[in-house]
T-cell receptor, first 114, second 115 residues
Framework: KAGVTQTPRYLIKTRGQQVTLSCSPI?????VSWYQQTPGQGLQFLFE???????NKGNFPGRFSGRQFSNSRSEMNVSTLELGDSALYLC?????????????FGDGTRLSIL | QKEVEQDPGPLSVPEGAIVSLNCTYS??????FMWYRQYSRKGPELLMY????GNKEDGRFTAQVDKSSKYISLFIRDSQPSDSATYLC???????????????FGKGTLLTVNP
């Protein structure tokens, strides 16, 4: 069974640009969550999608947005990029997002802002 | 005060040693506890998942939860060089209804097991 797939693996952007990251969950998984990982703050929750609807949101500015498609694939968009957005962005999937279902992570997209 | 505190290390041990990794938390609403292992340039991989206080064992790994002290531990017996990674504790504070949860992570402890 294929795991969570994130593309691209690496991305370099400049300040002010926008970026879109993609996540394909494990087959059959309908809940997709996004996290930002930095050395200073660790792993922080961005948002969670289920059935094309955002169900849960972390404490990030509105520049961070996402969406989910009918096949459960998800995209995350960051607009007006800032230097502090440099991070590893991780996607995780679970069957339906219930508390008794562990989340499985992809290997992330490493975003560098110049 | 951060919700979840974890000593970042680094922790360096000889092969075969018993490793103890710990996290403390401040929010008594956390109900589910996990340990993830993250190798360099990889995503976190779930190792252990527990709900109740007490111990849970899986091979060389034992997870311990003490809700009264708000303290969780992961023990690794007979540690191997392949155990060298960052270990992250994570907790769930779920809303009523059993869904819509998010993971709150510790910052991770970097472990090196030397051959």
């Amino acid at each position: 069974k294929a795991g969570v797939t994130q593309t691209p693996r690496y991305l370099i952007k400049t300040r002010g640009q926008q970026v879109t990251l993609s996540c394909s969950p494990i087959s059959g998984h309908r809940s997709v969550s996004w996290y930002q990982q930095t050395p200073g703050q660790g792993l922080q929750f961005l948002f969670e999608y289920f059935s094309e609807t955002q169900r849960n949101k972390g404490n990030f500015p509105g520049r961070f947005s996402g969406r989910q498609f009918s096949n459960s694939r998800s995209e995350m968009n960051v607009s007006t990029l800032e230097l502090g957005d440099s991070a590893l962005y991780l996607c995780a999937s679970s069957l339906t997002g219930q508390v008794n279902q562990p989340q499985h992570f992809g290997d992330g997209t490493r975003l560098s802002i110049l | 005060q951060k919700e979840v505190e974890q000593d970042p290390g680094p922790l360096s041990v000889p092969e075969g040693a018993i490793v103890s990794l710990n996290c403390t938390y401040s929010n008594s609403a956390f109900q589910y506890f996990m340990w993830y292992r993250q190798y360099s340039r990889k995503g976190p991989e779930l190792l252990m998942y527990t709900y109740s206080s007490g111990n849970k064992e899986d091979g060389r790994f034992t997870a311990q939860v003490d809700k009264s002290s708000k303290y969780i531990s992961l023990f690794i017996r007979d540690s191997q060089p392949s155990d060298s990674a960052t270990y992250l504790c994570a907790m769930i504070h779920h809303n009523s209804g059993g869904s819509n949860y998010k993971l709150t992570f510790g910052k991770g402890t970097l472990l090196t097991v030397n051959p």
